[in-house]
Structure formats: structure tokens, C-alpha cells
């Protein structure tokens, strides 16, 4: 009652909506941008209640356009709202927020672009906890173009094995929408025909959860497809406890050959002239049958084989080198995979 109380304090004067603003300012969203602008403030609304509490938090919105998103934000009364905007025509409709809200809300309008900005630097220092501690007060929060979602993610997911950026100040949480499709294999288990290289390292690092679809008719202009938004805590352990760029490589190139028996795309780990030998050694030592497909792998299993994979690596260091997408022929100097326990 409390948090609803002081959230209802934070009422902004009297603003053009989201479509006036669009009109006043003359704003079209740039296909090259994969720009979107959900117009909907009732869902608007339950993308930022999908975050949960974030009274007295700091939050970091990416993308946020001309600001829909943020002023909801605005209204449930954070400590401060930090907003990554790439596209300099959006700025003006920020600024126009900003000063609404000043002697409230503290509001950092960055220019910039979110695959190249360290957001960390603009958080207080005083909400830092230990990773094992719960979440700190920060949120991340973004209508995320397209174009960069799945990179963006990715990255962020490495960042978070190294709590690094964002999350050297803790398990900071996420509520970002997603391509539906792309949502949908974030949080699909196995078995699943959406599985797939994200399924795995997103369950990896993070409890996920599908929170609810929105439809393409209330974004401007309309998507060709639907959205979803997806919620994600860090975990305190990853289930496997292995550097971010060894599983990413084992479980991207076991997905490169989906429908595959899975040591398919296993051998392309490894040089040809020990591709064979190699990929059986490391099903072996994962004690995994080579014949299962990519998606009916457990997240455990995939824990094994790569563990598996980077025993076959501290026998033969050459061999981390090798990327079966570079050009031919990487040349290797090995014996036999037998000595290998």
C-alpha cells in the first residue's frame, strides 16, 4: 500500500500522448532501425508492472523512442531513470519528460548506442550488493529493436558470467521485449521445436520467464509479427560453471546441425582429420549417446559435453584455436584421442 501510495504521487503535468508527441515532432519510426512505437499505454503499463516493485530503484530503459515506456516508469516513483537513446530525433521528446518530472524523478538522457555503452558508469555506487546477495535495486527495462535483440543478449549474458558491467553491481533483473518467436526460445525446454542455442544459454545464467504476448496491431507501424516480454533474474550459479566462450562455441555448433544427430555438429568442433575420433571422445566422456538431437538435450547434458570438451582441450590446447567458419585449412599436429581420460 505503501509503494502504490508514494507511486501515486508521482503525477506528471499535463502531456501531448505518445501519438500527439509522434505528430508534433514529426516522428516516423526508420525501418533501418527496426523502430516500433507501442502506443498502447494500458499494455505500456504491464510491460513496467512485469518488472515488479521498482519504487526507490534505479532504472536503465533502452531504446526508449519518444517515451511511452519511460513516462510509466516515471510514475511508479524510481530513485532515477537512465535512458539509452541512439537516435538523436528522440531526444527533444526525453528532455520534454525530464523537466516534467525534475524535483521528483532524477533523469539521465544518454545518446548513445547500447552495443557500445558501458550503462554501469551511470549507477549510483551506493546499490552495489554481492552477487550472492538478492537482486540490488536495478532494472533494466527495454522495447528492444529487432535488429539487436538476440546480439544484445548475448552479450549481456556473457557480461553476466563475468559480472561485469551492469552486473558487477549484482544479479540486476531484466524485463525486455523480444521478436514473440525469439521470446519463445528463450524459455523453451527441450523437446521443444523452438529450442535452440538461446534456449540453452539464456536457462544457462538465468531463471527466465515468459511473461505475456502483445500484439503486433498495437505497435506504429504494425510488426509483421507479434511481441513477447520476457523476464530475467541472474542465477547465483550457472548450472554450468565453465567460461562464457567455451559453452557458447560447444552448444552454438551442436545447434548448427539442428535436426542432425547432435555429434554431427559436435565434430565440427574439431579439425577433419581427427573430426570423427574426437567428437566420439567427447560423447564418450559426456556419457551421452551420439545419436540424440541437438534439442532433446538436456541443459545438464549440455553441462557434460562441455565439460567433456574442455578436457579433450587441456590434452590438446592447439585445438581451441580451431573455428570450422574460418578459412580452410586450419592444419593440427595430433596423434590419437585414446590418452584422453
Not at 91 to 110: G, R, S
Not at 129 to 151: K, Q
Not at 285 to 300: E, F, G, H, M, S
Request: glycine residues 4%.
Amino acid at each position: 500500500m505503501a509503494a502504490a501510495h508514494k507511486a501515486s504521487q508521482i503525477r506528471l503535468p499535463p502531456l501531448p500522448s505518445i501519438k500527439d508527441v509522434i505528430r508534433l515532432y514529426k516522428l516516423r519510426a526508420l525501418r533501418e532501425l527496426s523502430q516500433n512505437f507501442l502506443m498502447e499505454p494500458r499494455i505500456i503499463d504491464k510491460i513496467v508492472r512485469a518488472a515488479g516493485n521498482i519504487q526507490n530503484h534505479v532504472v536503465c530503459e533502452v531504446g526508449p523512442g519518444p517515451g511511452g515506456i519511460t513516462r510509466s516508469i516515471i510514475q511508479q516513483a524510481p530513485r532515477k531513470v537512465i535512458v539509452i537513446e541512439k537516435d538523436p530525433r528522440f531526444i527533444p521528446t526525453l528532455e520534454l519528460l525530464a523537466d516534467a518530472c525534475k524535483n521528483k524523478v532524477d533523469v539521465d538522457i544518454i545518446t548513445g548506442d547500447i552495443l557500445k555503452t558501458d550503462i554501469s558508469h551511470f549507477f549510483p555506487k551506493d546499490v552495489k550488493v554481492n552477487w550472492t546477495d538478492p537482486p540490488p535495486p536495478i532494472n533494466l527495462i527495454g522495447n528492444l529493436p529487432f535488429s539487436v535483440s538476440t546480439i544484445l543478449i548475448i552479450r549481456w549474458l556473457e557480461m553476466m558470467s563475468k559480472q561485469q558491467g551492469p552486473w558487477s553491481f549484482g544479479r540486476v533483473r531484466m524485463t525486455l521485449t523480444f521478436q514473440k518467436e525469439v521470446a519463445e526460445r528463450m524459455v523453451a525446454p527441450i523437446l521443444d521445436k523452438q529450442r535452440c542455442r538461446l534456449s540453452v544459454m539464456c536457462q544457462n545464467w538465468c531463471n527466465v520467464k515468459y511473461m505475456f504476448d502483445i500484439p503486433g496491431s498495437v505497435f506504429l507501424p504494425k510488426p509483421d509479427v507479434d511481441v513477447g516480454v520476457v523476464t530475467l533474474t541472474p542465477m547465483k550459479q550457472p548450472k554450468i560453471q565453465l567460461p562464457f566462450k567455451l559453452i557458447e562455441k560447444v552448444v552454438r555448433q551442436i545447434f548448427s546441425m539442428r535436426q542432425k544427430y547432435s555429434i554431427r555438429g559436435a565434430q565440427t568442433l574439431f579439425p577433419e582429420d581427427v573430426r570423427e575420433e574426437m567428437a566420439l571422445k567427447m560423447y564418450s566422456l559426456a556419457d551421452l549417446d551420439p545419436v540424440t538431437r541437438p534439442y532433446q538435450i538436456t541443459n545438464l547434458e549440455f553441462g557434460r559435453l562441455c565439460e567433456a570438451y574442455n578436457t579433450i582441450l587441456s590434452k590438446y590446447p592447439e585445438l581451441e584455436k580451431y573455428d570450422y567458419r574460418a578459412p580452410k585449412k586450419q592444419a593440427t599436429c595430433l596423434e590419437t584421442a585414446e590418452d584422453v581420460d
